[in-house]
């Protein structure tokens, strides 16, 4: 069975600094491509970025500049590095991941991913 784990968020004053955790259990890590979402109060899921098998990367145009999405084949476990944070950045995060078979692929559809973890609160005050 397939667990999909988050964590790292919290109360952050603007400015700051989080680096998320997904940590994936139950098949072997470096098959999957996983990706972030994040779903800020009263508004719908939104894709922020994705990396495949092979740490290739996607992000959402508007994150870019200080969103770094990584990967740890060795520890099982994806990151979210968001750095100068904003209070619009307050949301509650979600890892996801899907099985693929091909190395350089990401995907920035919530329905193209099986595994989904509980998500992780991050707030940021202004």
């Known amino acids: 069975q397939v667990q999909v784990v988050e964590s790292g968020g919290g109360l952050v004053q603007a400015g700051g600094s989080l680096r998320l955790s997904c940590a994936i259990s139950g098949r072997g890590f470096s098959v999957y491509a996983v990706a972030w979402f994040r779903q800020p109060p009263g508004k719908e899921r939104e894709f922020v970025a994705a990396v495949s098998r092979n740490s290739d990367t996607n992000y959402e145009e508007s994150v870019k500049s200080r969103y770094t999405v990584s990967r740890d084949n060795t520890r099982n476990t994806a990151y979210l590095q968001i750095n100068n944070l904003k209070p619009e950045d307050t949301a509650i995060y979600f890892c996801?991941?899907?099985?693929?078979?091909?190395?350089?692929?990401?995907?920035?559809?919530?329905?193209?991913?099986?595994?989904w973890g509980q998500g992780t609160q991050v707030t940021v005050s202004s």
């Open positions: 996801s991941a899907v099985v693929t078979v091909d190395y350089y692929a990401t995907f920035n559809s919530a329905s193209q991913y099986d595994y």
